[in-house]
């Protein structure tokens, strides 16, 4: 590998960064709970471009790497929920938060699924489109009857894993029927996971200490 650029923030290590495409611009994650857009334009001469501070901390996996409707970067605050910035125009912006009638909650996230994020909120999951401000309560939810899930949420495929850290399970559930979740696995863990990932349709869950886990190939 060899380093095009570099981009030092004064007091303040780097603990999480996306750079979705196209790659013009990524959302780094700097300190407890700051936000920075940068412009990689130019890979050599990466500079930021917007800075943002909101209540409460990052508890990690809360930037989501995709370019919405072609402008929006999305990062999930742990109290007011998901921030859109507009990187559209000729400078990155805030629009605004998507609100709701309760606070959102440090044990949940967001992903993309499609054109829409998916974010976990008391114990299902809605669909945003790009900028959505009308109210999460007003919005259809998702779940399983009989369970309540929270954490970070990935999708691959069908497939919709929810990791929550602080109670150790992950919860593998079929998206097929985006309306009807259906629950195929729940597992339960020594280690703390974080946001689970995909390979060859299989969940892949970093789970701390435990190690990175890989599910057993489906029996045919």
């Known amino acids: 590998m060899t380093e095009l650029g570099r981009l030092t923030v004064p007091g303040q290590g780097v603990k999480q960064i996306v750079a979705p495409a196209p790659g013009r611009f990524a959302l780094m994650h700097c300190g407890g709970a700051t936000l920075h857009v940068v412009d990689i334009a130019d890979p050599a001469r990466p500079r930021i471009v917007l800075s943002d501070h909101q209540v409460g901390l990052f508890y990690g996996d809360q930037l989501v790497d995709k370019l919405f409707d072609g402008r929006y970067l999305t990062a999930y605050w742990q109290r007011s929920g998901p921030a859109w910035y507009d990187v559209g125009g000729g400078t990155p912006v805030l ?32 669909l945003l ?92």
């Open 95 to 126: 629009v605004g938060n998507t609100p709701d009638t309760t606070l959102y909650g440090w044990t949940d996230g967001a992903c993309a699924l499609g054109d829409k994020l998916l974010i976990v909120k008391r114990g299902k999951y809605a």
């Open 129 to 220: 489109d790009p900028n959505e401000r009308r109210t999460v309560s007003d919005l259809p939810a998702y779940g399983v009857d009989g369970l309540r899930f929270g954490g970070r949420p990935s999708v691959g495929g069908n497939v919709l894993a929810v990791s929550s850290r602080h109670q150790r399970l992950v919860w593998v559930l079929d998206i097929a029927d985006i309306k009807r979740p259906r629950l195929k696995r729940q597992y339960s863990l020594p280690g703390h996971p974080g946001a689970c990932a995909f390979w060859k349709d299989r969940v892949v869950v970093p789970a701390g200490y435990q190690g990175l886990l890989l599910e057993r190939q489906a029996q045919r």
